[in-house]
């Protein structure tokens, strides 16, 4: 049991760091048009501590949004919620002054009836939520079929359900951080190795993080240029799955209409026009839960193939 709290406090701990205003200016930025007259719900979001509550409490005029709703919350006690709807004092800007604090009876759990109250009142959700429940933040967001753009570890697509939402085209990834890496402020940083915390900046840096949003982008519409011609040599089949093996996305062949197995990576560059997505191993119900070739067992894949071009 002590064995069990010590791991929950651990990972609790590990929910805890804030992403960088940059970050969120980068992303969000790319979405303008799509936030435009809508209600913005942040409801894993510390106002005090959160950029999400700065980027758009700033940008609430440039962006043209009908309301900002921010929800605190306490694992132990009741807290509050910050709204911004306007200039409601009248001054000729859109400041702190109009910000409307109002307690909460709960402790601003995402899932508390109170938030669930204001979540059916938003359009789009934006936060970076904790890590550790992000299944079933993602799968109320679905429940209320709300709009939403949040921030995860990409080994969360590879999750069941979320990979089923993928595989949908109901939930896809976003622009992403620059250079792949995601750098983030945390009060508890002996919970990091050195190396992934760094003293000058105080931040941690982790590799493996994205944006996974209901919200369309661009990118999903690109196609992805391909230069390379399938011939058999380079390009194996699994000894127990019909399709090829490609290690690299770059190296999708152009040609090849059967199934291929991809790297997960492949979501980063997705588009739903050009590739379908099959499954997983998992969903494919692929034998010993791995493509072997040769007897050897490659990496977790997905499988796709190339849409026919009318
Ligand atoms: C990864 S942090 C991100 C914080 C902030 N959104 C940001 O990006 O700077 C996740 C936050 O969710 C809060 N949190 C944890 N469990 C929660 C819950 N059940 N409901 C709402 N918020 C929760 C944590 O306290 C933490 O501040």
């Known amino acids: 049991m002590a064995q ?63 309301k900002l709703v921010a929800t605190h919350f306490d694992r132990e006690k009741s807290t509050y919620k910050l709204e911004l709807t306007g200039d409601m004092n009248e001054d000729g800007t859109v400041n702190d002054d109009d910000i409307v604090k109002t307690p909460l009876k709960q402790n601003g759990d995402f899932r508390s009836d109170e938030c669930i109250e204001i979540l059916k009142e938003a359009d789009v959700v934006v936060t970076n939520p904790p890590f550790s429940l992000f299944r079933e933040y993602v799968a109320q967001l679905m429940e209320h079929d709300k ?6 570890s990409k080994n969360a697509a590879t999750y069941k359900e979320i990979f089923q939402l993928i595989k949908q085209n109901t939930l896809w990834l976003g622009y992403g ?42 990118k999903r519409h690109e196609e992805l240029t391909l230069f390379k011609q399938y011939n058999p040599d380079e390009y194996p089949k699994y000894d127990n799955y019909d399709a090829i093996e490609v290690s690299k996305v770059a190296n999708i062949p152009v040609d090849y209409d059967g199934t291929m197995g991809v790297p997960i990576t492949f979501l980063d ?18 034998e010993k839960g791995r493509g072997y070739i040769n007897g050897k067992r490659m990496y977790s894949r997905i499988f796709i193939k190339r849409r026919q071009q009318s």
């Open 4 to 66: 069990k709290n010590l791991h929950v406090a651990k990972q609790q701990k590990l929910d805890e760091f804030y992403t960088q205003i940059g970050d969120i200016e980068r992303e969000c930025s790319r979405y303008r048009e799509q936030f435009k007259g809508k209600v913005i719900f942040l409801n894993c979001d510390d106002p005090v501590e959160s950029n999400f509550w700065r980027y758009f409490a700033l940008n609430f005029t440039r962006l043209g949004l009908k």
């Open 147 to 152: 709009k939403f753009l949040i921030i995860g």
């Open 177 to 218: 951080f620059a250079g792949g890496n995601a750098y983030f402020k945390t009060p508890h940083i002996k919970e990091f190795a050195s190396g992934v915390y760094d003293e000058k900046t105080g931040l941690v840096k982790f590799r493996n993080i994205s944006w996974f949003t209901n919200l369309d982008t661009s």
């Open 269 to 286: 560059s997705y588009n739903p026009e050009q590739f379908e997505i099959l499954g997983n191993e998992y969903d494919l119900n692929i």
